[in-house]
């Protein structure tokens, strides 16, 4: 079992950025492939980012591309989101996940089996 927490969310103005952090305890960090979520009010889960287990594969949503970055540190049991050029639209809660490694990110949240709380990331114009 893993547990999860993620931090690091709070309120910006559009064009900032933000640096989420998901840290990880129990088992190792190293036997998961990780991804981010969020869901928006009233709206569905939907994918944001995913990295496989040693950080050689990543995917992004097209709505992400090129302003969200995915990282881990292995050493240190820590996914990370870098979220910059933020825009309303991002306004959400952003959710880290954990699937045992296929070493290959995943899309579905459903592959995932762990998830964390969440924190809420607010955008405003």
């Known amino acids: 079992q893993v547990q999860l927490a993620e931090s690091g969310g709070g309120l910006v103005q559009a064009g900032g950025s933000l640096r989420l952090a998901c840290a990880a305890s129990?088992?190792?960090?190293?036997?998961?492939?990780m991804g981010w979520f969020r869901q928006a009010p009233g709206k569905e889960r939907s994918f944001v980012a995913a990295?496989?287990?040693?950080?050689?594969?990543?995917l992004y949503a097209d709505s992400v591309k090129g302003r969200f970055t995915i990282s881990r540190d292995n050493a240190k049991s820590t996914l990370y989101l870098q979220m910059n050029s933020l825009k309303p639209e991002d306004t959400a809660v952003y959710y880290c996940?954990?699937?045992?490694?296929?070493?290959?990110?995943?899309?579905?949240?459903?592959?995932?089996?762990?998830w964390g709380q969440g924190t809420q990331v607010t955008v405003s114009l």
């Open positions: 129990g088992r190792a960090f190293s036997n998961y492939d």
């Open positions: 996940a954990a699937a045992a490694s296929f070493s290959r990110p995943r899309v579905s949240g459903s592959e995932y089996t762990h």
């Open positions: 990295m496989n287990w040693n950080g050689a594969s990543t």
